[in-house]
């Protein structure tokens, strides 16, 4: 059974590196940790762990804050918002972090390592040859002090590693995984401080993480193996650390590593391809998260009442790129005509020729809720509404002519149609539909034939929406026009 200790006041982080765009797994890490601090009524801290200069990516710090914020993800401290412990990028904190490797190297919990990287390469390998467990001898560990003032005389460079025991074993109480335990002596005194001054995330997270009060750290279970190393940090600097929760793994439909062939991508990229953040945000819930074996469908007021760490899941979570389309597309059907015709604004203007913009809102209040039930992604907008917006539509004028038709048929068909549109004393759906079906059967062709040439005709598609819902927003004008083109063309053929 798992116990979730609740500390008086609960303080989450996300704390992202920079060093590439943000990922579906990077803000399912995000999302938990703020339904977490939403439910309890705590802080939600945004911080920036950008001590890994050499991978640093432009733009990356942009991208992670606009992707929470397209998520509808406010933070409570950190960029843009500020707070009482800033800064928040961890870059601005180096002072603090030498601080504490100092207090650590006089507590003899850690000591400077002058091992070049020749003699650590040539280290590794003999230990390759040997078949021994990697990591580093601890040669630095054992200088005199003599020892180390030559070394300090020299001038060469130099890192703060930390000093782990000999012997015993490291435990945790993880909120989601349980106990966990390991074994000192198999684990190697690691770097906390670089030789360029800038500290490890192993130092940088405990520090922050103490300074910043934060009560519990709910991370990605790749992070799980560092969590010894953490403690023994905390318990020597003599910090108390706060509660552990690693999330479960993200796997593609195969159960291997996660990518971009399962349709995993940087999460803005999702908003360019049209989904939308509500989707998005209720997908990623699910991914390691339920609240019973049938709710898959769940805003964001329900997510935040009925979120708990115990249902957090001990499995990988199967990333399924379809579900995710099919939920975008409940939500798509669950807007009101305004708000879907303001989201397919922007998307129309992209992807529509230019010759037919700008496009009439009112226009597009029309169109909308006939392709609403069709539209699955935002960026199918252009593709369902082209003929609404064009001046010609173009199609195969074979397509015309309808199973159990003939070009004859299929001419008299249209120019009766043309006939009895242009006569209609109203050019409205009801009446168009009536109409035009005594049409079809004074020429002995069955609906569906009739129709379906007068679609094509229409619009250019063999598949719309209703067809004279959608001949009514075209309007007579328009329509005619196409229903004569149609008929030049089919006496063509």
């Not at 928040?88 to 000591?111: C, F, N, P, V, W």
């Not at 909308?368 to 907008?381: E, F, G, N």
Request: glycine share 6%; proline share 5%; with cysteine.
């Amino acid at each position: 059974s798992r116990r979730l200790v609740l500390a008086e006041a609960v303080r989450v982080r996300f704390a992202p590196s920079p060093t590439g765009l943000p990922h579906i797994g990077n803000i399912r890490t995000a999302l938990f940790n703020w339904l977490f601090a939403r439910h309890h009524g705590g802080k939600f801290i945004v911080r920036v762990e950008d001590t890994d200069q050499d991978r640093l990516v432009p733009g990356a710090v942009d991208a992670v804050l606009d992707s929470l914020a397209w998520l509808h993800l406010d933070w409570d401290e950190g960029p843009r918002v500020g707070g009482p412990f800033a800064p928040y990028h961890q870059s601005q904190r180096l002072d603090t972090y030498q601080r504490m490797a100092e207090q650590l190297i006089e507590k003899g919990s850690a000591y400077r390592c002058y091992c070049t990287e020749d003699r650590l390469q040539r280290m590794r390998e003999e230990q390759l040859r040997l078949k021994q467990s990697s990591g580093y001898d601890r040669r630095c560990r054992h200088l005199d002090q003599g020892e180390r003032r030559v070394r300090e005389a020299e001038g060469g460079p130099s890192v703060v590693r930390f000093a782990m025991p000999f012997s015993g074993i490291t435990r945790v109480r993880d909120i989601i995984h349980g106990d966990v335990e390991w074994q000192n002596e198999l684990l190697d005194d690691f770097i906390l401080l670089k030789s360029d001054g800038f500290p490890t995330y192993h130092l940088a997270v405990v520090v922050d993480d103490h300074l910043m009060e934060i009560s519990h750290v709910l991370r990605a279970e790749e992070w799980l193996p560092s969590t010894p190393r953490h403690l023994q940090i905390y318990q020597a600097l003599g910090f108390g650390p706060p509660e552990f929760g690693h999330l479960p793994m993200i796997l593609g439909p195969d159960r291997s590593k996660l990518s971009k062939r399962h349709g995993a991508t940087a999460l803005l990229e999702y908003s360019d391809e049209g989904f939308v953040p509500e989707a998005v945000r209720n997908f990623l819930l699910l991914l390691g998260w339920s609240l019973d074996d049938k709710t898959e469908i769940m805003g964001p007021e329900a997510a935040i009442e009925r979120f708990s760490l115990e249902r957090v899941s001990r499995s990988a979570a199967i990333f399924d790129h379809d579900k995710l389309t099919w939920m975008n597309g409940v939500y798509i059907r669950q807007l009101s005509v305004e708000e879907l015709a303001d989201r397919v604004l922007p998307f129309l203007e992209r992807d529509l020729p230019a010759d037919v913009l700008p496009v009439s809102r009112d226009y597009l209040l029309r169109i909308v809720p006939l392709i609403q039930q069709r539209t699955k992604l935002l960026s199918d907008a252009a593709h369902l509404t082209s003929y609404f917006f064009q001046a010609e539509v173009d199609y195969d004028p074979l397509s015309l002519v309808q199973k159990g038709m003939d070009r004859e048929s299929t001419l008299a068909a249209l120019e009766a149609a043309r006939e009895d549109l242009a006569k209609m004393a109203q050019f409205e759906h009801h009446a168009m539909e009536e109409s035009l079906r005594a049409v079809a059967s004074g020429l002995g062709l069955s609906a569906r034939q009739f129709f379906g040439t007068l679609r094509v005709a229409a619009t250019g598609r063999e598949a719309t929406p209703p067809l004279f819902e959608t001949m009514a927003v075209l309007g007579r004008e328009r329509v005619l026009e196409r229903v004569a083109s149609a008929i030049e063309l089919i006496r063509a053929v």
